[in-house]
């Protein structure tokens, strides 16, 4: 009896994997545009089926925050595992702690709530680990394929963050902080991607890690998405007028499909 469940538990198994299988083989041939449509479809369905499990939407924020803490805990595992930073972005790294000190900075002079808490905890698990790739394992650093100059995003994001900030009556000082962290959150990744494409070899520890972000980002998203439909569109108006609640949603939205193509190849692998 035993042996008929295994045989019947491997039989299941084999039957999904030649159905996933399948679906790749079918969505890997398909043109560029079939596959963006297949992807925002895929997005709303997530979205739909969020909606109706997660009752309390402010909720997938705190789940983001701590889906980025576990991201943040794989490097750490990594770094004092293996004693090696190979594969790792430091300038990923350091744009991901400036923008957590200014939304904390914000967090702090603005709302003081659970979320200044997580960032916090994430902010000082950052901060180690850019301490030990620029002064412990400096040693496997690939600095020469860590070659995204910073300036092409802190740039324009401050520039942004100047012409398109909350219309609150909070200080414009904080006003324009809170949108410059907004922006470049959304950009962040993008000298650790570089470093991958560049190595053309992605380590499982690094690949977990962006996989967490890719995540984390899916689940900010979709909270702002569902807030904005719950609200009737009334949240919107709550973040101010212009062009920046506009700009919140792309921003989530962009980070989202930044790391949407990585996501969907690391679960298919």
């Known amino acids: 009896m035993h042996k008929k469940k295994k045989k019947r538990k491997r039989a299941s198994m084999k039957a999904t994997k030649s159905a996933i299988k399948a679906v790749s083989t079918w969505v890997k041939r ?3 545009k079939v596959k963006a449509f297949l992807a925002v479809v895929s997005g709303m369905a997530a979205l739909v089926l ?3 499990i997660v009752h309390d939407h402010d ?3 705190v789940a983001a925050e701590a889906v980025h803490s576990i991201g943040i805990a794989v490097l750490i595992y990594k770094l004092i595992k293996e004693k090696t930073c190979a594969g790792l972005s430091l300038k990923s790294q350091e744009l991901t702690a400036i923008f957590l000190a200014v ?6 002079v603005m709302e003081y709530d659970i979320h200044t808490i997580l960032d916090l905890a994430t902010l000082a698990a950052t901060l180690w680990v850019i301490f030990m790739i620029r002064f412990k394992l400096r040693a496997s650093y690939m600095e020469d394929k860590d070659n995204f100059a910073l300036y092409y995003v802190l740039v324009p994001c401050a ?11 909070h200080n414009i000082l904080n006003r324009i902080s809170w949108a410059f962290c907004v922006y470049l959150e959304a950009v962040s990744v993008l000298p650790q991607l570089r470093v991958m494409q560049n190595t053309k070899i992605v380590e499982p520890f690094t690949a977990h890690y962006v996989f967490a972000l890719g995540v984390a980002r899916f689940l900010s998203c979709a909270h702002w998405v569902l807030q904005v439909v719950d609200t009737r569109g009334r949240l919107l108006v709550a973040l101010g007028y212009g062009l920046w609640p506009s700009m919140v949603l792309i921003s989530e939205i962009v980070q989202t499909f930044i790391l949407a193509d990585f996501c969907y190849y690391y679960v298919k692998r």
């Open 30 to 32: 398909q043109p560029p």
């Open 50 to 52: 969020l909606r109706f």
């Open 59 to 61: 909720n997938l924020f």
């Open 103 to 108: 939304r904390l900075y914000c967090s702090l």
């Open 159 to 169: 520039v942004l963050a100047v012409l398109i900030h909350p219309s609150t009556s």
